[in-house]
């Protein structure tokens, strides 16, 4: 059974502070890996694609894997309040479109 | 350029009753995905058509079903509906490169 495991949260950081998501996964083959942020009540909208070891880096978003460890983390630097919403990290071995999503973190940055 | 369009946006249906959800992906993409998401299970993987064939498969009961259609829009079916079947159901659409990109969604409830 392949998982993908996130700490549900509620994470709480202050307006302008850095905030780290983590999730670890059992799939040794996993290939790709992805954030996604769901805003309550919506659809996930895609925020960052990493799929080689080390840092990816997009405006205040920063995807960081290590396949060794099975580690795939989400850093969001400058919080804003805007990003309060649950962010599912989920990851694709196989051949086609097949997502396997974490639980989710449930965000809150607070003004 | 359009997103990821699912009908009907909402739903009511009986147990017992079968319904039939509508998804239209992105221009030029030619894989589909769904996903049911309910708050006890997370996001989870029904299946993917690619080139109107089934490519992957998760682990849903038979009575979900789908299709997709030489013009790569799908329709995903659910028969003798169960209470436990009230979710939200995303369709994605991908090129190959396989950043998935959600619709809307659905959301069903059973009475």
């Known amino acids: 059974q392949k998982e993908v495991e996130q700490n549900s949260g509620p994470l709480s950081v202050p307006e302008g502070a850095i905030a780290s998501l983590n999730c670890t996964y059992s799939?040794?083959?996993?290939?790709?890996f992805f954030w996604y942020r769901q805003y309550s009540g919506k659809s996930p909208e895609l925020i960052m694609s990493?799929?080689?070891?080390g840092d990816k880096e997009d405006g205040r978003f920063t995807a960081q894997l290590n396949k060794a460890s099975q580690y795939v983390s989400l850093l969001i630097r400058d919080s804003q309040p805007s990003d309060s919403a649950t962010y599912l990290c989920?990851?694709?071995?196989?051949?086609?479109?097949?997502?396997?999503f974490g639980g989710g973190t449930r965000l809150m940055v607070k003004p | 350029k359009a997103g990821v369009t699912q009908t009907p946006r909402y739903l009511i249906k009986t147990r017992g009753q079968q319904v039939t959800l509508s998804c239209s992906p992105i221009?030029?993409?030619?894989?589909v995905s769904w996903y049911q998401q309910t708050p006890g299970q997370g996001l989870q993987f029904l299946f993917e058509y690619f080139s109107e064939t089934q490519r992957n498969k998760g682990n849903f009961p038979g009575r979900f079903s789908g299709r997709q259609f030489s013009n790569s829009r799908s329709e995903m079916n659910v028969s003798t509906l169960e209470l436990g079947d009230s979710a939200l159901y995303l369709c994605a659409s991908s090129r190959e490169g396989n950043i998935q990109y959600f619709g809307a969604g659905t959301r069903l409830s059973v009475l």
């Open positions: 221009s030029g993409h030619r894989s």
């Open positions: 989920a990851v694709n071995g196989n051949a086609g479109n097949m997502l396997t």
């Open positions: 990493i799929y080689s070891n």
């Open positions: 799939d040794r083959v996993s290939q790709s």
